[in-house]
């Protein structure tokens, strides 16, 4: 509980009637956008037609050529299904999970892909604000409306990560699971071992390492060692010759792309953005010692990682939307503290805030605001006995 002398809010004006009613106008919009661009939406499916072509190449045998640039990366090769796709850079254990999309034709996987991924995330958030604002935030948080205009892998990668969260202290194994499962996007699960330590959930922490175990040991037996070395040149490719994964990007929210936005070289970017990391591992280990709820700590940790990543772009923000929703449910079970409800708006907002003040004023927010939310939290947890 928040001690005494503490100023709070029992009823602010983040009210549930009011998330419904910008909810709802947030979600038309969505749908509408979403409609009159469907057939851009369908011949320009990102993160989605990468794993449905590498699911289709590994399919046959080949897993090793989905790092083949030559063949299979953006502008660089041929056409596939229709049009060029980016150079795929998940591990090859990542194939396993879309193995199953190359057994259906494009447009069924492609509506499979949607669904299974905005209903995982609906079927978790709806059990921390109920179904009618889990189903408005869904379609309609920015980050979400940007995941399914590209069809990309946040809703995915959301469901990993809360639903690891959320079970933790109940079953720690399924926790585990979550999270090694979330591998295939390392960037997005950074903090966790500093939190699982801090926190002392070592069965956690044992069950995520089994399962990353085990992913790599199906993987080498399905594919072949001859597919993680192609992986592993790939990735240096990524980090040292293309020039797209190191550009600037007003569609991220991390330190990095910040300092490289404003015009500042690569080495001082990267330098910021490790001491920012430090800086946000250090404040997870403070709450995730502290006798925090877990709303409070699962949101730190959300919040954290995408000051501690230096790569992530607006659909990885999907996880951003239950950071939202802890705070929020912190806030409505003992008060908010002052400034936690203009955080939980900043929550819902942060990629189209980062995107907006990046694109117009040159001087992208999002780090900013994410690192007062971060310290909002802080205070909430220092305030919890």
């Excluded at 953006?74 to 299904?81: A, E, I, T, W």
């Excluded at 801090?198 to 199906?218: D, E, K, P």
């Excluded at 949101?299 to 705070?327: G, K, M, R």
């Amino acid at each position: 509980m928040i001690v005494a002398n503490q100023d709070v809010t029992q009823v602010g004006w983040l009210t549930r009637e009011r998330l419904m009613l910008w909810g709802s106008a947030f979600a038309f919009a969505s749908l509408i956008y979403l409609g009159i661009n469907l057939p851009y939406v369908v011949v320009s499916t990102g993160d989605f037609a990468i794993n449905y072509t590498g699911a289709n190449v590994a399919l046959w045998g080949h897993a090793a050529a989905v790092y083949d640039n030559s063949v299979f990366g953006s502008g660089l090769g041929p056409k596939v299904v229709g049009w060029k796709i980016g150079p795929y850079a998940n591990p090859p254990f990542a194939l396993l999970f879309v193995l199953p999309l190359a057994l259906l034709p494009f447009i069924v996987a492609l509506i499979a892909w949607t669904l299974a991924g905005a209903g995982l995330c609906l079927a978790l958030l709806s059990r921390l604000v109920g179904w009618r604002v889990a189903s408005l935030a869904v379609l309609g948080a920015p980050a979400a409306f940007f995941n399914l205009y590209f069809a990309q892998t946040g809703f995915f990668s959301a469901g990993l990560l809360a639903g690891g969260l959320l079970v933790m202290e109940r079953r720690p194994i399924v926790a585990g699971i979550c999270f090694g499962s979330l591998a295939y996007k390392p960037q997005l699960g950074l903090l966790l071992p500093v939190a699982l330590a801090a926190g002392g959930y070592l069965r956690v922490f044992v069950s995520a390492t089994a399962t990353i175990a085990v992913l790599v040991i199906a993987s080498l037996a399905l594919f072949g060692s001859v597919a993680w070395i192609a992986f592993f040149h790939q990735i240096e490719f990524l980090f040292h010759g293309n020039a797209l994964v190191m550009a600037p990007s007003i569609r991220s929210v991390t330190v990095y792309q910040a300092a490289r936005v404003m015009g500042t070289g690569r080495g001082f970017a990267l330098t910021m953005q490790a001491v920012s990391a430090i800086c946000a591992a250090v404040v997870i280990i403070i709450i995730w010692r502290r006798p925090a709820t877990m709303e409070v700590r699962s949101a730190a940790v959300v919040t954290a990682t995408f000051l501690a990543t230096f790569y992530a772009l607006d659909y990885d923000t999907v996880i951003l939307i239950f950071a939202a929703a802890w705070l929020w449910r912190a806030g409505i079970q003992t008060g908010f503290l002052p400034w936690e409800q203009l955080a939980t708006v900043t929550l819902l907002i942060c990629p189209a805030l980062a995107i907006i003040s990046g694109g117009l004023l040159g001087v992208p927010f999002g780090p900013v605001a994410l690192w007062l939310i971060l310290l909002v939290l802080l205070r909430r947890a220092m305030s919890e006995m």
